[in-house]
């Protein structure tokens, strides 16, 4: 067994992001230009098994959550499998709980398969309830698909569903309230999540950020919250609304860092290790790993990871610099 997953400030890490693919089938205007951008050659990136490969060894050396990211993690047409072999994984703790961001485009069609290979819940991407702005954010028209998408997890099991809603000024900012309202309809958990520097155009502005403490107060001028205690690790600040026993989240990544609790690693697809969101480095497990490497050698590069690990992500300081690829390469 390898020694716990403790970074130089006392962190214990237990969650592993993994992407599988940096190709989306939305071109978000906060996340990439409308032309998309030059995608990962093939060869460059993790096959399943060597993708499965790096996941066990992360769960024998102590991770009990994966979550799968992308790009858009439902355009691998392997997705099911993926699911299937990590949900078997055996760690120190048991079996990993697995969990997938999406934009939920093919939710509809995929999430009773997705349930029954051992996907406990989905976070769905959605910034507005009006379908003209979802076009002008996405650029694409499908609003219709992510809320069926969002319907058919909720009914297949895959619960709470957890929706990620980025607000823009001027854009979808007066949907506060109206989204909070939606979501809570239908059972699902709400996180409001600030924009963060991480397009690929790099034209992120903090003036034109919403912040959490802007969310919170329009929340509060419209229903009673309770902040609900036991945080621990988990990037939104949960409130309970109204007396429960609905709850929504605000995810404060730049105003309110949590960076003090972070508990997770991030494996693109191209199989680089990350120790923050934000690192201007990475550790490479893919070449590594097709040379041969044990699962001990992999535990030693993963903990090498580790030990360069900062305490924060530093985007409030005057040095800060954003990380060269974008959130679509990163995997959330």
Excluded at 50 to 64: D, F, K, P, Q, S
Excluded at 235 to 255: C, L
Excluded at 261 to 269: F, H, P, Q
């Amino acid at each position: 067994m390898s020694r716990p997953l403790i970074d130089p400030h006392g962190r214990v890490h237990r969650d592993l992001r993994v992407s599988l693919t940096d190709k989306c089938n939305l071109r978000c205007t906060y996340c990439m230009p409308a032309e998309g951008l030059p995608w990962l050659p093939k060869d460059e990136l993790l096959t399943t098994p060597e993708l499965l490969t790096l996941v066990e060894a992360a769960v024998t050396a102590g991770i009990t959550e994966v979550r799968l990211t992308g790009g858009e993690p439902l355009v691998r047409p392997d997705v099911v499998e993926i699911v299937s072999g990590i949900a078997a994984m055996e760690g120190p703790q048991g079996r990993p709980e697995v969990s997938m961001t999406t934009n939920g485009l093919g939710l509809a069609k995929i999430a009773p398969a997705l349930k029954e290979a051992g996907l406990t819940r989905v976070n769905v991407s959605l910034d507005t309830l009006h379908p003209e702005r979802f076009h002008e954010i996405t650029r694409r028209d499908r609003f219709d698909d992510v809320v069926a998408g969002m319907a058919a997890a909720h009914e297949a099991g895959l619960r709470p569903v957890k929706v990620n809603s980025v607000l823009q000024r001027g854009i979808n900012d007066d949907e506060v309230v109206d989204l909070t309202r939606w979501a809570v309809e239908r059972g699902y958990e709400l996180r409001f999540i600030e924009q963060m520097p991480l397009d690929a155009q790099h034209s992120w502005e903090r003036t034109e950020m919403i912040t959490g403490q802007e969310i919170l107060a329009s929340l509060r001028a419209e229903f009673d919250l309770e902040e609900l205690p036991g945080r621990g690790a988990a990037p939104a600040e949960r409130f309970r609304i109204d007396g429960g026993p609905a709850t929504v989240g605000v995810v404060a990544s730049v105003t309110m860092p949590f960076c003090g609790s972070c508990d997770r690693l991030r494996l693109t697809a191209d199989g680089q290790l990350r120790n923050c969101l934000f690192a201007n480095g990475e550790t490479d497990l893919r070449g590594p790993l097709r040379s041969g490497a044990t699962e001990e050698e992999i535990h030693a590069l993963v903990h090498e990871c580790l030990a360069l690990k900062l305490p924060g992500h530093g985007i409030n300081e005057p040095g800060f610099l954003q990380p060269p690829r974008p959130m679509s390469a990163i995997g959330g």
